[in-house]
């Protein structure tokens, strides 16, 4: 369905995201996890076609049978507009506070059908049912600042869905929430996933986040996906150093089995901070915050393909467990 | 994984309170200098409208009988000018003017102006530089000179005087547009918009303008009473409206002559000058105050 090769983005001639592959089956829900500045929205933005004037995309992305990257503009915007549909972080940031939650919510509507107004209110009262908003058609008539944080990532992801697309992209679309509301949130794109048949491409720094929500996994550090297989294989038998140490770092989710282990205890840290755009080290790009990097790595990784579909790019992975 | 099932949502801040009693609430709490700058605008807008209907005397009457008549004359309650002509009248027409002046050279200003900065806002990193640089050299052509080469031109009269003052304003306009226009498009829901194939026009005019509006009514009013001012200025030194049309600053002009034998003839065109220019700019101010969130968070709790 959603399929990248080769994907070069570079701004000011410096390449900041390089993905050789990237497979999005339908229906399934694929996490991008990695620290702030690994390239992961990005990524999602490369997709979305929304990155800025000055970066410049190459290779491909193919989407629904046509190649994102080679298409003019209104082509794009119309593909994009109708079959991709976005939700950001900050539900506060992403509405605009000065238009009713009805508008906001059936604009891609209003743009990508001729649907008349009866029709596109009642299709807005659906939506935000079917986010579970109680009471739509108050709703509708309400500004963005009389709704809660929760309710507005719902109103958001109404406004996302609203014109049927086939893949939904959310970039940490719970970061700004707490986290019972983060619960519900995720639980309503999981079940929106799987009612619609809906692609989610699902962008977090919380691997806690992601297991509960994602069939599959990619890793992504210094803009180059590291590790990538089932979210379970991924996540219960890491390969790659970068991705181990990350699942060290995090303290899970209350009601994990392990949870009460991380209690009381120090988490794991992984020394440094991702290096500036343009100053990763050559070869494996983690090799100078790995605690266990080796010569080796000074060359560029090869990528390991273990079972059916978990494939790494380390030179000193973690032993198979 | 846990099974996912539908949760039932919480119903919090479910009613909102309505704008209207909002409003109500927050009239006894509104800034005093929207109070003052709101009458005294009024107040102008008022006297103006009653000059089309009436003045105290016949428009430009004169009287060399009752030539230079002291405030309080019988008739003349502001007394006459040297033609003998009604001060207060005088004072009405002027008004006319000064409100047509400044409401064309304004309207037409800040429509120029602001679509000029949301169009350098939404443009590319090198053309918004450059041409905000280039707005900046407008900012600093002095106004007053600017008018003198138009007279040059065109002659003096209420044309010059609009065309100055909008030449002056313009980039005034642009300029504080530019940064909080650019502080909207960086917004997520801009993002969203181009998301769901929404243009560029359509972001500026539906996204942008709705969130600068605030902006753009207070610095409206400050350019307003900025017009009051110029176009007095104008008159005044001979480059705006001609006679027989009255005008304050004119006025103004007309009362150096007589400084000795009636020094208090300046302060009526002077106080009218200043109080509309004072009305306008409090005005902007107690609106700033009330459109400005922040602030109006801190005045209301």
């Known amino acids: 369905m959603l399929e990248i090769h080769d994907l070069h983005v570079e701004i000011g001639g410096i390449e900041i995201i390089h993905i050789d592959e990237l497979v999005l089956e339908p229906g399934t829900r694929l996490g991008l996890v990695g620290e702030s500045g690994s390239g992961k929205t990005m990524t999602a933005m490369a997709i979305a076609g929304l990155l800025p004037d000055e970066a410049k995309v190459s290779g491909s992305v193919r989407f629904a049978g046509s190649d994102l990257l080679s298409m003019g503009d209104s082509e794009l915007s119309e593909v994009r507009g109708k079959q991709i549909g976005l939700v950001f972080q900050d539900p506060a940031r992403s509405l605009n506070p000065m238009m009713r939650i009805g508008r906001q919510v059936s604009e891609s509507v209003r743009l990508h059908t001729d649907l008349n107004r009866q029709a596109v209110t009642e299709k807005v009262i659906e939506l935000l049912g079917q986010v579970q908003l109680p009471d739509p058609e108050a709703v509708l008539r309400r500004y963005p600042h009389q709704l809660s944080g929760g309710q507005q990532q719902r109103a958001m992801i109404a406004a996302a869905i609203a014109s049927d697309p086939e893949l939904l992209i959310a970039d940490e679309p719970t970061t700004a929430l707490d986290v019972t509301v983060q619960e519900e949130i995720l639980r309503l794109l999981i079940a929106l996933s799987e009612q619609r048949k809906l692609s989610v491409l699902f962008v977090s720094h919380d691997l806690g986040v992601i297991r509960f929500v994602c069939d599959r996994v990619a890793v992504i550090y210094g803009g180059r996906i590291i590790e990538t297989g089932r979210t379970e294989d991924v996540i219960s038998n890491p390969r790659h150093r970068y991705t181990a140490a990350l699942l060290a770092a995090n303290p899970g989710m209350p009601g994990d089995d392990n949870y009460s282990a991380f209690i009381g205890r120090r988490l794991h840290t992984i020394q440094g901070s991702v290096p500036a755009v343009g100053n990763f080290p050559s070869g494996c790009r983690f090799r100078n915050r790995c605690e266990h990097a080796t010569d080796a790595c000074t060359a560029t990784p090869k990528q390991v393909i273990v079972g059916s579909d978990h494939r790494y790019s380390c030179w000193n992975p973690v032993a198979e467990g | ?301």
């Open chain 2, 1 to 301: 994984m846990p099974e996912p099932q539908l949760i039932e949502a919480t119903a919090t801040n479910s009613t909102g309170p309505t704008r209207p009693e909002t409003l109500w609430r927050r009239i006894g709490h509104l800034p005093i200098t929207l109070y003052i700058g709101g009458t005294l605008v009024s107040l102008f807008v008022l006297v103006t409208l009653v000059s089309f209907v009436w003045t105290p005397h016949p428009p430009n009457q004169m009287n060399l009988e009752t030539r230079l008549a002291p405030p309080g004359t019988p008739g003349f309650v502001l007394g006459t000018d040297r033609a003998g002509r009604d001060v207060v009248t005088e004072l009405m027409l002027g008004a006319r003017n000064s409100l047509y002046v400044s409401v064309v050279s304004t309207i037409a200003a800040m429509a120029i102006g602001t679509s000029i900065g949301l169009a350098i806002a939404g443009s590319n990193r090198v053309v918004q530089s450059a041409s905000t640089r280039l707005v900046d050299a407008g900012l600093a052509l002095p106004g007053i000179l600017t008018a003198m080469v138009l007279a040059a031109k065109l002659g003096a009269g209420n044309t010059t005087a609009t065309l100055a003052i909008i030449t002056w304003q313009v980039p005034v306009a642009a300029r504080v547009t530019i940064g909080p226009a650019r502080q909207i498009l960086a917004l997520d829901f801009v993002e969203a918009a181009y998301g769901y194939g929404r243009g560029k026009p359509y972001v500026l005019i539906r996204h942008v303008i709705p969130n600068i509006g605030p902006l753009l009514i207070v610095l409206g009013s400050v350019m307003f009473a900025a017009a009051i001012l110029i176009e007095a200025a104008l008159a005044f030194l001979g480059v705006g409206v001609q006679p027989p049309t009255s005008s304050w600053g004119r006025f103004l002009n007309e009362t150096q002559s007589l400084l000795e034998a009636a020094p208090y003839l300046m302060f009526f065109p002077g106080l009218a000058i200043v109080l509309t220019a004072l009305g306008f700019n409090l005005l902007g101010d107690g609106l700033r105050t009330v459109l400005d969130p922040q602030q109006a968070r801190s005045g209301l709790s």
